[in-house]
């Protein structure tokens, strides 16, 4: 069975430093991966997804994700945070042939400070 | 381009009380989910469809019932509502699922749901 870990679940960085979101996924089979984000009093917005393509995912709004096999971690990375990343992000795989269903983990909300 | 719409955004219900969450999108996309977010949680799947006339229950469907007459519609029901479906319920849609896991969902805005 397919899940995710978010081993952060809050972080808090000032303004214009990176931004480093911690994701490990455990799938018996080759995962798609995603990062989604949740603004306050909003839906998800997809971030980026990795499907087995390139191992190095860039995504909107300046964040990446790298794909480590060997250590089973998808973190989301941004070299400089801006206030209106502020949200919460969650780390997600796709559970296999079961009908496209999302198996979420459990988010990490971000703050930035000025 | 609308996207996925829910509507109501909030409402309040007494227990016992039942309506129906709307869910629509214009994407003809053929997947279609319905979720619940509780607090410090991630969402949960309640029910989903895989097209029109076909649903299938998610990890926790107990307490709601959901039907797809159309490929745009996606309505949520609770039939006599009860403390422990006070949640913020979220609808999404896909392209595709089984067999092409790799397509994102597309989320609505939310339905914010508390009972009293």
């Known amino acids: 069975a397919q899940s995710v870990t978010q081993l952060d679940s809050h972080v808090s960085v000032s303004e214009g430093t990176p931004v480093l979101l911690r994701c490990n996924y455990s799938s018996s089979y080759s995962p798609s991966l995603f990062w989604y984000v949740q603004h306050p009093n909003k839906g998800l917005q997809l971030l980026l997804k990795?499907?087995?393509?390139?191992?190095l995912v860039k995504g909107i709004n300046g964040f990446e994700a790298e794909f480590k096999k060997s250590e089973t971690s998808f973190h989301l990375t941004k070299p400089s945070a801006h206030m209106s990343d502020a949200a919460e992000y969650f780390c997600v795989v796709t559970a296999y042939n079961q009908g496209g269903k999302l198996i979420f983990g459990q988010g990490t909300e971000l703050s930035v400070k000025p | 381009n609308a996207g996925v719409t829910q509507t109501p955004k909030f409402r309040i219900l007494k227990i016992g009380q039942s309506m129906t969450l709307q869910c629509a999108q214009d994407m003809n996309h053929n997947y279609m989910y319905w979720y619940r977010q509780d607090p410090g949680m991630g969402l949960k799947l309640i029910y989903y469809s895989v097209g029109a006339g076909i649903t299938d229950k998610g990890e926790v469907p107990n307490g709601y019932n959901v039907s797809r007459s159309t490929t745009e519609d996606f309505p949520l029901r609770l039939e006599l509502a009860a403390p422990s479906q006070t949640s913020v319920y979220f609808c999404?849609?896909?392209?595709?699922?089984?067999?092409?896991?790799?397509?994102?969902?597309?989320f609505g805005d939310g339905t914010r749901l508390s009972i009293l």
């Open positions: 990795y499907t087995s393509a390139a191992t």
């Open positions: 999404a849609s896909s392209h595709a699922g089984q067999g092409t896991s790799n397509q994102p969902q597309h």
